[in-house]
């Protein structure tokens, strides 16, 4: 994602630092991959983003405004192996 620069939800921090991931979540949400788009999403379109931190998966909600190029960062978390398959990329089958 082009971003010009970054705005972080409380949640998003707050989540960030719970993960210990705080250092990486801009390069991933520059750099990752765009694996959802939510189109409904007000007043933003929002997308999940897959990246990773040493290794292990990281799954960014983020949005960006197209006139400002700000990304604004909503939620960020590591995908639980149990409901995510293999690749990380869409949910698995129960």
Known sequence: MDCGGFRFSRHAIERMFQRGIADTVEGIVRGGEVIASYPDDTPLLSMLILGFDQGQPVHVVAARNAASRLCHVITVDRPD????????RTRSQP
Do not use: G
């Open 81 to 88: 192996r149990a409901v995510r398959s293999d690749d990380f």
